[in-house]
């Protein structure tokens, strides 16, 4: 098969440019694999048997497994960003995205485990050597070809069919670059302004050159497309596995449904940037609501963390573990448990017999504080103001019995954020 031609770069800026949109796929991909994997069952109560709740487990195990992989993805185009001069990207379009966003194949939005999404996960991950099966989905999704002008200073808006056609061209492009500059004009950006040994993702590594750059896009199209030789732990064949797995037991039961009945594009209210309305289930159960508004406010204050922590604005080592392990205790005992009980609760009346699910919405205010000591100060602030909201939301009727835990959770949390933080 022929490959299609490497995106374009000429400069700097274009290559800033296709690493932020590098970032935000990442980002909102990864979104996308924790709203199914939440919707996924986790009782018999709930209409399956032991042997199928098994293998329902194992499949929120591996699409939570890949979903981290992502988030790896993401520090490492930080690093790639950072490394050149850029800034850490950690925003991100709101779900579901305009299709003027990106190309066809990425029109991201937040659908709960079936078929037709785990065959959307299977695309999204896509080798380039694969081709498509459906020859006016390959046309549509083919890049257009444009008008390019010798030494381009802007975008028009660059083109690519996958994953891996992206980071082909952003390899192309620092391959491109180091020679035209020189690699110690490229590289620019100091590796210990750079994001590395986060929390349980030992391969986040600092850029500091062509080689280190080049190992570090190597690195996400081999675990996400599974590339070279389509390995069996790249994401693409880990979802193709599930797929097998999942029409193997349909055969065997034909009523089998291993997730709960979410609605598509969920939200408490209507986000700013959302482009067609149609495309959006607004929530109006009230505890639900209330319910997801926490799982927002959770969400937005990890995202400033996760921003601080891939800027490392002139923090102490001992503040940067600190941080780490903060955005680690939100991520797996806030967001994760949230996600899963909101999936379990009902969407409202305009939606009968559905549940809702985590918009995971991102409101305007999100960005990372360039300021030393005042951040903490308000995370810590924001931690314990979510932790009094979630006491009251669990002594309401029908709420979830996480919420104890959960609110628990953000009051430590808080308490390892002192009035001394960060240290000087």
Sequence with gaps: ?????????????????????????????????????????????EGVSDQQLQMIEDWRSTITDVAIQEMLHLGLVNNLLTAIGGAPHIRRPNLPTSPAMYPKSFELDLRPFNPQTLANFIFLERPETVMSQD??????????????????IFFD????????????????????LAEKYGEERLF???????????????????????LSAIQAIQQIVEQGEGAPGEAQNGHYARFRRIQEEYEALRRQDPNFAPARPVVVNPYTHLPADLIDA?????????LTVSICNLFDGAYELLIQ??????????????????????????????????????????AGPSHPGLHAGPSFYIPRNVHTPPHRRAPWLAWRERLLELSAYCAILEISAGAPAEMVRIGQTLARLAGRISEKTPGK
């Design 1 to 45: 098969m022929t490959l299609e031609p490497p995106v374009r770069i000429e400069n700097r800026t274009q290559l800033v440019y296709l690493l932020s949109e590098a970032a935000e796929l990442e980002h909102g991909i990864s979104c996308c694999y924790l709203f199914a994997g939440f919707s996924l069952k986790s009782s018999t109560k």
């Design 135 to 152: 020859p006016a989905t390959l046309a549509a999704n083919r890049p257009q070809p444009r008008h390019v002008r010798a030494r381009d």
């Design 157 to 176: 808006r660059p083109e690519y069919q996958t994953i891996g056609h992206l980071y082909r061209g952003v390899e192309d492009g620092f391959r491109y």
């Design 188 to 210: 620019i950006g100091s590796s210990t302004t750079q994001a590395a040994a986060y929390p349980r993702l030992p391969e986040l590594t600092a850029v500091t050159g062509l």
């Design 278 to 286: 149609r495309k959006v289930n607004v929530l109006d159960d009230p």
């Design 305 to 346: 963390m996760l921003g601080r922590y891939f800027a490392r604005i002139d923090e102490l080592e001992e503040d940067l573990r600190l941080l780490g392990e903060i955005t680690v205790g939100i991520m797996g005992r806030v967001i994760g448990p949230l996600g899963n009980a909101i999936t379990g609760l009902p």
